[in-house]
């Protein structure tokens, strides 16, 4: 069997320079590769000794270094803003003692398509800085589709603008611990009874992720009693599709996401209702 | 109800802190020094005859010591079904075989001098396949150009109607009265198909089995089974080795449900330490687990029932497939159980007939089940009688109050079908079904919710149900248990039992019923269990056999031991017998109240006068078979636009004679509630085309943990079952069979819609809504 | 590769495999009460603290457990002293097979040390890690209950 080793960088420097290696990859907190075949690899980075892990918010911006684990984020944001849409998000993701080694690098890295991660940072407009051969600072929604920016390239953070308003997560899955089918993130703020800004996104659909710009559309500048719900739900109709997935059909479970779709903008207008 | 010291009491499990801690050892702990691991090769297809097995390459791998394949391994058939003897299974089964019909059927098994190296090298093994047609669709098993799937040496070794030619693994056809006139006189017919699907253990240890010679050169066996004596006499049988010179042994069991009631691993290790005369060792992955161990069986069942507007049921003819995939074992006593423990309960129906066949197929091999072929017929029975008592406009409550069997009465079932054989007559001598339904009706709020359709928000709706069910308490005058007490210095005793605790408490409850008739505090009973040397027999935990079987046994030694205890006590204090009496670990003389301790007692006898060893052994064997009975009521909320189902409560009130432990009382019927909700709701084995199961672990195969959890009461009915040990019937397995049905009630409760086929996915709810369009 | 490992207070040098998870490495040196029930973090089982937070240790690589603490639920209590949440289990009937157990253990004590006093819901989000077939969990929320009231009163 061929040497299989680990590596300790010290610094973000050597580390980066461990990246030139083939078959060598980064590790956060193993969960994703731990279950992988691995044979493909040769070795393992451990980000351990680089600091990446943690969190700081700076004028309204967070910032989150890629070995922090959903657990820190979960405390970090639970103590900062208590219903913050990672605190939901996140919480709703794994377990208990997955959420303590899950980190958020490895899971941009890997994004699955049940990720809790994604709705959230896509509507929070998020930004991932890697370093590396791509060194730059990407949005989150490139850096899904393009998966080659990842190679030979580190993720170091990810920064985005704190949200003061309304959230809402919805998780399709089957009991409380499962990988989820699709879920849904809203964020909206409402100015004087109508919606000032509203970010919608849907992952797990075919497009694996989107940004629902038929609702947030239909939304923006309005009061809830100028909304046509039914009509809203009606134009999504023909623009998102399922694969089949571990809820059901791909044609049930679009019929459950128009249904929770729906439940989402309601509890938007129950939330304006109460601000009022 | 009766007066005792230890009986009725929540003893702690004598086990539970080791266990807490993790000092006690299962299988998988024990260190075997320079044992070889073995690593299994499994069938990709679900039937094919290997054509060509090459293990050169993996033979040639760096630390690979044998390769097990069917040209090396003895070929005689058994059953691997840990079953009585003679077993009532079909010997259709072969350590290794050139013929596999599943997939996960074994093809071969590397021995190496690690785990690693054995994985490895497994993958060097080439195999040519001839593939052959595989049949999935039961239905179609029996069909006149269906490829025949068993070996063609296939056989019964009891006289039974066993077809294998024709992928019959089992069938019985059982009548009484006349079926035509009772159809002929109802008011009307009520006719359903029920499907129940494949389910699968779960139990948190996988299986394993390790193997040892010892310094005499006997073999030993250690292994995660819930039957220790059947797996020596199957192993001695399989392998040629004489018994005497194999023991095996039941270390702590991960869970067992049924799922350890086969002898599938200790062949392998058995084979493989007799010929190398080294320590070997194997551990299944969850995933082997999932495929290739056993499973419950499906099942398609078709309950007929003639009703007159009075209520009364004219006649009932329950017609039943099972699909009980590779291999037959269980076929027979399952379908057996599918009517014998639920027909009884409707003892009043004048006509039945029970037609049912288990068949072959490609899939996955079913075994035993908690619920043992009961739960599958519960599930059509409960919404059956829901569907009529609707229909006739009576509370079903009240219905299920009319019909059931009562104490004193008898079920012409009862002596009509037996476990592969006919069966025994039996009255019901203890039932407080009536109780039951009373109690657990209040505690769901029956009366405030049934039929009210709740909404407690936008489109969630709630309703309730309930089913009802009975078990049996061991297998009449087949399962027998036997105990052997000793009496040490202190005045503790040792109490050997072969009855097998494979997590339930049973060394606990064993130790109180002794204690009870010693009247001695619990802890002064040592219990030792489930060793072949050094335990005497018993057919293992099974059928819910232990409490009233095992504990009939240990019930008649603790008395041959008083016995002799008193003798002994009569000599010291110079006192008849009869004037003696036991209290608090000493014997009282009841006029003068003198009294001598226990341990004067034992002292005495071992080492001073008249010495012996205060002992006793004794047998016990069960006449009837007193069944447990159960209400169990749901209370689901029901989401009218997804279909998705929660159950938020549920309720058992359950009679299942005096309890010994109610703690362990209670946890046996939660556990085994839980496991029916989830069988109901999440659990599902998905094939592909080819026959593989691609959800074969816990990621993708469904089980609650605790946030899913609905709320979970358990009633103990007060009751007492004049022949069991202090009263006590059994509770392991009844508690499975409500939960299906009873939510199925409930969602017809909350939404109108009724399902017959399991499970209950929010797509199949969703669809039924649609249809019903309510 | 060698490391040395800090496991229930006392170091260790182990050598293994760099491909071993943390499971392989405590059972084969004897930390049997870490249990294997599918090695794919779904089951809780193998559950142990790591620097005082609860992993599954199937999840964990051992190359990156060196030099940390780790505790598993013997470095809690032993059978003649056993931790008060141990205690409470076996107690209440939270035991059945006890598989699972030790892993519950360690999830409780995580619990009960972030948070002395949880709500049953919390007690329940705390435990959706750890899988149970035989007690349907009712009487392992029950045992966690005790456990929390009876550490409280120690603290007092």
């Known amino acids: 069997m061929e040497e299989f080793r680990w590596y300790y960088p010290n610094s973000i420097e050597e580390a980066v320079g461990l990246l030139e290696l083939q078959g060598v990859v980064p590790h956060g907190g193993g969960t994703g590769i731990i279950r992988g075949k691995l044979d493909r690899y040769k070795g393992l980075i451990s980000l351990e000794g680089l600091g990446l892990d943690y969190i700081k918010e700076v004028d309204g911006v967070v910032e989150i270094g890629a070995t922090a684990t959903y657990h820190d984020v979960i405390e970090f944001c639970g103590a900062v803003c208590g219903e913050c849409i990672l605190v939901k998000s996140l919480s709703r993701a794994a377990s208990t003692p997955l959420r303590n080694r899950i980190t958020i690098g490895g899971s941009v890295a890997y994004f699955p398509i049940w990720s809790d991660l994604m709705g959230p940072l896509i509507a929070l407009d998020a930004t991932v800085s890697i370093l590396g051969k791509n060194e730059g600072e990407y949005p989150v929604q490139e850096l899904a589709r393009n998966r080659s920016l990842k190679s030979h390239s580190l993720i170091k953070s990810l920064k985005f603008k704190r949200f003061n308003g309304f959230t809402y997560y919805y998780r399709a899955a089957r009991t409380h611990f499962d990988y989820g089918s699709f879920n849904i993130t809203m964020l909206a703020s409402f100015d004087d009874g109508v919606f000032s800004d509203v970010r919608f996104v849907l992952v797990g659909s075919k497009a694996k992720f989107q940004r629902l710009a038929e609702i947030e559309n239909g939304l923006i500048g309005r009061a809830p009693s100028d909304v046509d719900v039914p009509g809203l739900i009606g134009e999504l109709y023909n623009s998102i599709e399922f694969h089949n997935t571990r809820i059901g059909s791909a044609e049930y479970t679009k019929s459950v996401a128009l249904v929770e779709i729906e439940r989402a903008i309601y509890a938007s207008f129950k939330a304006m209702e109460g601000e009022k | 109800m009766k007066k005792f010291k230890n009986v009725g009491k929540p003893v702690k499990k004598f086990d539970g802190v080791s266990l807490a801690v993790g000092a006690a050892k299962f299988t998988d702990d024990f260190e075997l020094k320079d044992a070889l691991h073995l690593s299994i090769l499994y069938s990709p297809y679900a039937h094919a005859e290997i054509e060509d097995i090459d293990v050169s390459e993996a033979l040639a791998v760096d630390g690979v010591v044998d390769v097990l394949t069917y040209q090396n391994v003895p070929q005689k058939l058994f059953t691997t079904a840990g079953q009585g003897y003679p077993e009532p299974s079909p010997y259709d089964s072969r350590i290794l075989d050139r013929k596999v019909r599943f997939v996960g059927d074994r093809v071969a098994v590397v021995v190496a001098e690690s785990k690693r190296i054995a994985e490895e090298a497994k993958k060097k093994i080439k195999v040519k396949y001839r593939v052959l047609e595989p049949i999935f669709d039961p239905e179609r098993a029996m069909d006149d150009d269906a490829p025949m799937i068993p070996d063609p040496e296939a056989h019964m070794i009891i006289p039974a109607k066993y077809d294998p030619k024709r992928n019959l693994a089992a069938e019985l056809d059982i009548s009484y009265g006349d079926l035509e006139a009772g159809f002929e006189e109802a008011d009307f017919i009520e006719e359903h198909t029920y499907w129940t699907h494949y389910g699968a253990h779960a139990m948190l240890e996988p299986h394993a089995a390790a193997a040892y010679i010892d310094e005499m050169g006997r073999l030993v066996v250690i292994s995660t089974t819930q039957v220790p004596f059947h797996a020596r006499r199957i192993l001695s049988m399989v392998l040629d080795i004489p018994l005497r010179k194999i023991r095996v042994i039941k270390p702590h069991l991960g869970g067992g449900f049924g799922g350890k009631q086969e002898i599938i691993l200790e062949p392998l290790v058995a084979l493989v330490t007799w010929r190398h005369q080294r320590p070997s060792k194997i551990v299944l992955s969850r995933e082997e687990v999932f495929v290739s161990t056993r499973v419950r069986r499906s099942a398609r069942l078709r309950l007929k029932t003639g009703v007159k507007k009075d209520g009364t049921i004219t006649a009932l003819e329950m017609d039943v497939l099972l699909n009980g995939g590779a291999y037959g074992t269980h076929g027979l006593t399952v379908l057996s159980n599918v009517g014998s423990k639920s027909l009884p309960m409707l003892n009043k129906v004048p006509a039945m007939r029970f037609f049912a066949r288990s068949v072959y197929t490609n899939l996955p091999v079913a075994g035993a089940y908690r619920g043992y072929g009961a739960t599958q017929a519960y599930f059509a029975i409960n919404q059956q009688i829901d569907m009529i008592a609707r229909k006739l406009g009576i509370d079903v409550l009240d219905y299920w109050k009319r019909i059931h069997i009562r104490e004193g009465e008898t079920s012409k079932i009862f002596e009509l079908i037996g476990e592969g054989r006919e069966g025994t007559p039996q009255l019901i001598t203890s039932e407080h079904l009536d109780e039951a339904i009373d109690l657990g009706a209040k505690e769901i709020g029956w009366y405030d919710k049934r039929g009210k359709r709740i909404e407690v928000e936008k489109d969630r709706v709630r309703g309730v149900g309930m089913a009802v069910a009975m078990q049996g308490s061991g297998i009449p005058l087949i399962d027998m248990a036997a105990a052997r007490m000793k009496m040490n210095d202190d005045g503790s005793f040792n109490l050997y039992v072969g009855a097998t605790d494979i997590g339930t408490g049973s060394d606990t409850i064993l130790a109180q019923i002794a204690a009870e008739v010693l009247q001695i505090p619990a802890e002064m009973i040592i219990v030792h269990s489930s060793d072949t040397d050094f335990t005497p027999f018993d057919t293992g935990a099974y059928a819910s056999s232990t409490t009233y079987v095992s504990g009939g046994a240990v019930k008649k030694t603790a008395e041959k031991v008083k016995e002799q205890i008193l003798k002994v006590a009569s000599e010291m204090l110079n006192a008849p017998m009869d004037s003696l009496f036991l209290e608090d670990g000493r014997v009282i003389q009841r006029d003068t109240g003198k009294s001598v301790t226990f341990s004067e007692i034992a002292l005495r006898s071992l080492y001073m006068e008249n010495q012996f060893q205060i002992e006793a052994t004794e047998s016990y064997v069960g006449e009837i078979s007193p069944p447990p009975f159960i209400a169990q009521f749901a209370e689901v909320e029901v989401d009218r636009k997804t279909g998705f189902v929660r159950v938020i409560k549920f309720v058992s009130a359950v009679d299942c004679g005096q309890p010994i432990n109610p703690r362990l009382v209670e946890g046996q019927v939660e556990g085994a509630v839980m496991n029916g909700i989830t069988w109901a709701l999440t659990e599902r084995y998905i094939f592909n085309q080819q026959g593989r199961m691609v959800n074969n672990n816990f990621g993708e195969y469904k089980i609650f943990t605790p946030p899913d959890m609905p709320e979970i009461v358990t009633i103990i009915v007060d009751s007492y079952e004049e022949t069991g040990p202090f009263g006590a019937k059994s509770v392991a397995e009844v508690g499975i069979n409500g939960p299906a049905p009873a939510i199925a009630n409930a969602i017809y409760d909350a939404v109108g819609v009724r399902l017959f086929d399991l499970p209950f996915t929010p797509e199949k709810v969703y669809k039924a809504l649609k249809t019903t369009d309510n | ?156």
């Open chain 3, 1 to 156: 590769m060698t490391g040395k490992f800090r496991i229930n207070g006392r170091e260790y040098s182990i050598e293994f495999d760099p491909r071993d998870t943390l499971l392989t490495v405590l059972r084969e040196n004897g930390f049997t009460e870490v249990k294997e029930g599918c090695s794919e973090g779904t089951c809780g089982a193998c559950a142990v603290l790591l620097d005082g937070k609860v992993v599954n240790s199937c999840m964990v690589f051992a190359a990156t457990a060196i030099g940390k603490e780790i505790i598993t639920s013997r470095g809690l209590g032993d059978q003649n002293n056993p931790h008060p949440i141990q205690e409470a289990f076996a107690e209440v009937g939270a035991v059945q097979c006890g598989f699972c157990t030790p892993g519950f253990v360690i999830s409780t004590f995580y619990l009960l040390q972030r948070n002395p006093d949880p709500t049953e819901d919390e007690i329940k989000k705390a435990l959706d890690g750890n899988l149970c077939r035989c007690t349907g969990y009712v009487k392992i929320i029950e045992g966690v209950k005790l456990a929390a009231e009876r550490m409280k009163n120690e603290k007092v």
